[in-house]
Every structure is written in C-alpha cells, then in structure tokens.
C-alpha cells in the first residue's frame, strides 16, 4: 500500500470563495481519484487526475468548479471553486497502480465546512 | 444511480458476536472490495476479491462473492468494539478498470 497525505485535514471557508486540498503519495502511483463524501453518504467519485493531460470529470462534475491538476506521479491538487454551503463535505484522494486490479487506497480526507 | 447497495443500513451487537453485511451490485465486475471508515475519516482497504475467486479471509474478516446472485458478504468475527465504524462495498467494474463504483455503507456499533 502507498502512504498518503492530504492538506488541510480541515477549513472552514466562506462562501464564494475557493478552497485547494492537496494530495501527496509517498511512491509513484499510476491512477490518482478525487472523491467527495457529503455528511451521512457515501464516496462519489469526482475525476480521475491524469499526469500531464486534464482531469477525466465523472457525470455532474465540471471543470469550472472542481479544477484539478497532476503536475507528476505523485502529487495531485482539487479546488473547489465558488463555494457554497452546499459543497461541505468530505474531499478524499486515492491513488492506485496499474496492476489490473484497480486496487484503491485513500487519504485521510479533508473536511471543508462553508459557512 | 451507484453499483452497490448494501445492507443493513446500520447494525448493532454485543462485543464478541458476528457480524455480517452484504452487498449486491447490478453488472459485471473485475473484483469487489471493502473498505472501513471511522468516524468520518478516511477509508482503510480491507479486502479485495477477484470475480474468479468465492471466498477470501484476512484475519477475523471473511468475504464472500457469488457473481451468480451478483452480491457479496463481509463477515466480522468475534467482534471489538473498535470495530465500530461504517463500513463500504466498493465494485470495480468490467467497463472500466480505473474506477470503483462505493455502495451507501454498512454503520456498524459494537457495544462493549
């Protein structure tokens, strides 16, 4: 397994305004994915962050107001832009290596609160 | 709407008893794997399964997959109450080997 670390673990934030959560992995990791958690559900995947090429947006999920980038294999940011009250929840990453079995490990996540 | 559902929603036991939790997803899939939560913080990989394989064990953890009825088991034995935490399917999918499809959760409460 890849040992993962997430920045901030917390924030608050006001709302219009936008938060960036950085990830990084301790080795060179093929798959990185950001995911969000809003209180009392489930992960739903956000994208997947490509190193060196734009971010794969899942349904319902646009580049405007979740920009990503992967600048290498082991680093990965999100920004939530504009945000609303709406968009507290959790924000993991997790990361994975092409080894066929999509195996996923994730971050400790980040708790935004928009106030 | 999400691959995976599970059930029961929440579930509540006495320290030392079983417990169990099943998931169901609705195409086919590459593996499935199950993960743990405590209290809102990140995810713990437990167990993965492979489509070809029935059961796996890892310590006190037994998964089960029957790709036959498309559903899953996980099976706590002899449980802690450290145990306690929320607990996910998640299946990866035929269609597309980067992605896992996460089921809404299992809340378990191990009561000592």
């Known amino acids: 397994s890849a040992v993962i670390s997430q920045k901030p673990s917390r924030d608050i934030c006001q709302r219009g305004t936008s938060l960036t959560i950085q990830c990084q992995v301790d080795?060179?990791?093929?798959?990185m994915f950001w995911y969000r958690q809003q209180p009392g559900q489930s992960l739903t995947l956000i994208a997947t962050?490509?190193?060196?090429?734009?971010?794969?947006?899942e349904s319902g999920f646009v580049i405007d107001k979740f920009p990503i980038s992967r600048p290498n294999l082991t680093f990965s940011t999100l920004t939530v832009s504009n945000l609303s009250p709406e968009d507290s929840s959790i924000y993991l990453c997790?990361?994975?290596?092409?080894?066929?079995?999509?195996?996923?490990?994730f971050g400790p996540g980040t708790r935004l609160t928009v106030l | 709407s999400q691959q995976g559902e599970e059930d029961p929603q929440a579930l509540s036991i006495q320290e030392g008893e079983n417990a169990t939790m099943n998931c169901s997803y609705k195409?086919?899939?590459?593996?499935l794997q199950w993960y743990r939560q405590n209290s809102g913080r990140g995810l713990v990989h437990l167990i993965l399964?492979?489509?070809?394989?029935r059961e796996k064990h890892s310590g006190r953890l037994r998964v089960t997959l029957d790709t036959s009825k498309k559903s899953s088991s996980l099976l706590i034995t002899a449980s802690r109450a450290a145990d306690t935490a929320s607990y996910f399917c998640?299946?990866?999918?035929?269609?597309?080997?980067?992605?896992?499809?996460f089921g809404p959760g299992t809340s378990l409460s191990v009561i000592p």
């Open positions: 962050a490509n190193q060196g090429s734009e971010a794969t947006y």
């Open positions: 399964i492979r489509s070809n394989e």
């Open positions: 080795s060179q990791v093929t798959m």
């Open positions: 998640a299946t990866g999918m035929k269609t597309s080997y980067d992605k896992v499809i």
């Open positions: 195409t086919s899939i590459n593996n």
């Open positions: 997790s990361v994975a290596r092409a080894s066929g079995d999509n195996e996923q490990f």
